[in-house]
């Protein structure tokens, strides 16, 4: 109907300098709008990150909050443009707007606490409330607001002023971008708020111009009424809008989460998906789609049942395929479920309300992988239900010419059947059971046949049901398989591996965090359990440890050891009589699981009163009494992540507060992905130039054996008599800094560089 009376705008009268300048200031306003709504995001997750021990989960609870936010905005958008006139929602909006400078510069309050256990992903959303949303929520009412104004003009656009949105992606795309590889490296949190605030108040003065020019070309009451006349929207319409929101909302941090796991919580792992989900909007939110609907469709339907080959077939040092093939997957069907997004749209008249049930979608989907998939499943499930629920969101997947004549190729059965002797093959490869070779080889089978029945089959829902029944069967029927908890820091699996050697393990994401002998575990055992994997008696921890307890010993001292991170608890099977141990640990769930005998022996043998301080380390140790260790182990890990806020110049300060002039401290740095060795050498120059410190990079003589494992550890000492012992026993090298590599502070950190670094010197 917009459309329909575009002439009628067109023709008011209006200078031909005033129609120019129109679009230039309401691009320029949505550029600025949108570049500091994204700038913000990853800049207040970085504040907020330490405060809960580094864990991907801080990321998934911001984007659910900003989404929430975002929704509040657009229906703020939607109220101002239903019930207000134009030049009273100008001057509302531009009084709401100057009181945000009373929440500015952007920064956490000085008495924040955090909550732990369940309720921390609330208490981060309370935090976030008072902190940014303020001034987050009126940023979010930009792009609909802004939109609505723009229809309202005699512009010869005004009808469809949808193509502001791709300038508002654009600047989204824009921000992203530069965040990890300009702003994070050059500016420090401190210095991002402080820019960050001047460009709000000049988004002020654009938003003001941009209300004026409205005003100034504002088309007569009887024009806008013929040209908003409203058509009926149903709803079904939407419904439908919710649900194509919701879809790939929900996977963008369902996939961030999963590429996060294992390398590092941080913004320049944060943003690539995001990235991507917003170049979907650039791509396909135009009258013709840069990448056609049925290319999207082929390549999500080809890398759908590839991703879950390499998911759940490939060793998990296949990183690489598991990143690109998952990526393609997310990105064809955001793309899929943005265009059909486009193609309903409404007319101008319902362009805030479409925007709003968009926004609903949005947080719907952050909410279900944020907040209730951890209670709702013990298994990271929500991540391929929802891409399988995907291939099912295509209204036409079966009518489209193109992609059936693509389908009824002989080669995709001959693709598919191909895939099916990889993963097989691979299968092998992983060392599995034969029961678990067995049920992996029919499961993925049995995925790939209804894959097919997807493509040739005219009963879409009942292929679907199938391959969510499979999924589910593949993900919850894992043999040899004790435990699976899930909480806010991440999964959290014991399981039996007798093929590799009659060990049970503990595994945090996809990483092993510990390991005990089962033949350890029978009743009959009367003796210690041996400490495995990084801590067995080769390796840097056990080494620092074991030197420490016999220089005490031969000045007839008992020593006082802390260490920073449980896993199993098997080091305290080094503990000596009369030594006053103490461990620091954050989640509950691996606590409960250490202790139990049940599933490891380590500290029910070894220790059964071992003193336990929950809580992230930094502020534990900051709180409590200064009281000096001879040991201090900070040995904290995320999957193979370690948080990045435990090892800046300020933690380590903090650790040296609380280590005895003749003590030690180690730092536990194995990593699959960063090469953290200079980083801790760069902290420790700028610290103390004077303190001595020594690499202990243990390589076993057999690789991926589980007795005795790749290690690199760094131990520190304010008195080099304390390092004497390890430097006569060899296998140690002197911590020297290395030139071009910077301190990391609370205040700035190079992840991108130390990954560069690692993929030089990788030696696994």
């Not at 984007?63 to 134009?86: D, E, I, N, S």
């Not at 924040?112 to 008072?130: E, H």
């Not at 319902?350 to 499943?377: C, D, N, Q, R």
């Not at 191909?418 to 034969?434: E, F, M, P, Q």
């Amino acid at each position: 109907m917009a459309i329909k009376n575009q002439s009628l705008v067109s023709g008011s009268a209006l200078s031909r300098d005033q129609s120019a300048s129109l679009v230039p200031i309401y691009v320029s306003t949505m550029l600025l709008s949108a570049c500091l709504l994204f700038l913000v995001q990853p800049m207040f997750a970085r504040m907020a990150l330490p405060l809960l021990g580094g864990t991907p989960a801080v990321w998934a609870i911001a984007m659910c909050f900003f989404q929430g936010v975002l929704l509040g905005g657009y229906c703020y958008a939607h109220v101002l443009k239903k019930y207000l006139a134009p030049s009273h929602a100008v001057i509302l909006h531009l009084i709401l707007m100057a009181l945000a400078w009373f929440f500015l510069p952007v920064n956490l309050p000085p008495t924040a606490v955090p909550a732990g256990g369940a309720t921390a992903g609330l208490w981060l959303i309370g935090l976030m409330a008072k902190s940014i949303g303020y001034p987050f929520f009126f940023l979010s009412a930009t792009a609909p607001l802004l939109q609505s104004w723009f229809a309202r003009t005699t512009h010869r656009d005004a009808a469809n002023p949808y193509f502001l949105y791709s300038a508002s992606n654009i600047g989204s795309l824009g921000a992203l971008i530069a965040y990890p590889f300009i702003v994070e490296p050059l500016l420090g949190l401190h210095n991002q708020a402080l820019y960050w605030s001047l460009g709000f108040g000049l988004l002020a003065l654009c938003i003001a111009l941009s209300g004026f020019m409205m005003m100034r070309t504002l088309a007569p009451a009887r024009i806008v009424a013929i040209a908003e006349t409203p058509s009926v929207i149903t709803w079904k319409n939407r419904g439908w809008w919710i649900f194509m929101s919701f879809i790939p909302s929900a996977l963008l941090v369902a996939w961030t989460n999963h590429i996060t796991t294992d390398i590092a919580s941080a913004p320049f792992l944060w943003l690539p998906p995001l990235v991507l989900f917003l170049l979907t909007f650039v791509l396909v939110f135009r009258d013709t789609a840069l990448v056609p609907l049925w290319l999207a469709r082929i390549v999500q339907l080809a890398s759908l049942p590839i991703a879950f080959i390499v998911q759940f077939a490939l060793p998990l040092s296949f990183a690489v395929p598991v990143m690109i093939v998952g990526a393609l997957s997310f990105f064809a069907t955001a793309i899929i479920c943005h265009r059909q997004l486009y193609e309903s749209r409404p007319e101008a008249s319902h362009l805030t309300e479409f925007y709003m049930l968009m926004s609903l979608g949005g947080v719907l989907g952050g909410l279900f992988v944020s907040l209730l998939a951890p209670l709702m499943f013990n298994k990271v499930l929500e991540y391929p239900l929802l891409l399988i629920i995907g291939v099912g969101a295509t209204r036409d997947l079966l009518t489209d010419q193109k992609l059936s004549a693509v389908l009824r190729k002989p080669i995709v059965p001959i693709l598919a059947f191909i895939a099916v002797l990889i993963a097989v093959a691979y299968t092998a490869k992983d060392g599995g059971s034969h029961l678990l070779f067995t049920v992996r080889t029919l499961e993925i089978a049995f995925f790939a046949a209804c894959f097919v029945l997807m493509l040739q089959a005219k009963r879409m829902a009942l292929a679907v049901l199938a391959a969510l029944m499979v999924t589910f069967l593949n993900l919850t029927s894992q043999p040899n398989e004790r435990v699976a908890l899930r909480s806010y820091f991440g999964v959290l699996t014991v399981a039996d591996k007798a093929a590799v050697g009659d060990f049970r393990l503990l595994v945090h994401g996809t990483t092993m965090h510990g390991a005990e002998r089962l033949s350890e575990l029978s009743p009959d055992y009367k003796d210690k359990p041996h400490a495995l994997t990084y801590y067995s008696p080769q390796g840097g921890m056990a080494r620092a440890l074991l030197s420490t307890q016999d220089r005490l010993a031969a000045e007839g001292k008992q020593g006082i050891i802390r260490v920073v991170g449980l896993g199993t608890g098997s080091l305290a099977c080094y503990k000596k009589p009369g030594e006053d141990w103490a461990y620091y640990e954050i989640d509950q769930d691996v606590i409960r699981v250490a202790q139990d005998p049940n599933q490891f022996t380590f500290l029910s043998t070894c220790a059964p009163d071992m003193k336990m301080i929950v809580g992230d380390a930094r502020i534990t140790l900051q709180n409590e009494a200064q009281s000096k260790a001879d040991y201090l182990l900070v040995d904290a890990f995320s999957s193979d992540s370690i948080p990045v806020h435990l090892i800046t110049t300020e933690a380590i300060q903090l650790y040296l507060s609380r280590v005895k002039d003749d003590g030690v401290l180690v730092i536990h740095v194995t990593n699959r992905y960063m090469d953290l060795v200079p980083v801790v050498a760069a902290n420790i120059a700028a610290i103390d130039p004077t303190l001595q410190g020594r690499v202990i990079d243990f390589v076993p003589p057999t690789a991926n054996d589980i007795n005795a494992m790749h290690s690199i550890a760094i131990v520190i000492s304010k008195n080099p008599n304390a390092l004497e012992p390890l430097d006569k026993a060899g296998g140690t090298a002197p911590l020297t800094p290395m030139a071009g590599v910077e301190k990391w502070t609370d205040d700035f950190a190079n992840l991108p560089a130390a990954i560069l670094r690692r993929i030089a010197v990788s030696k696994y």
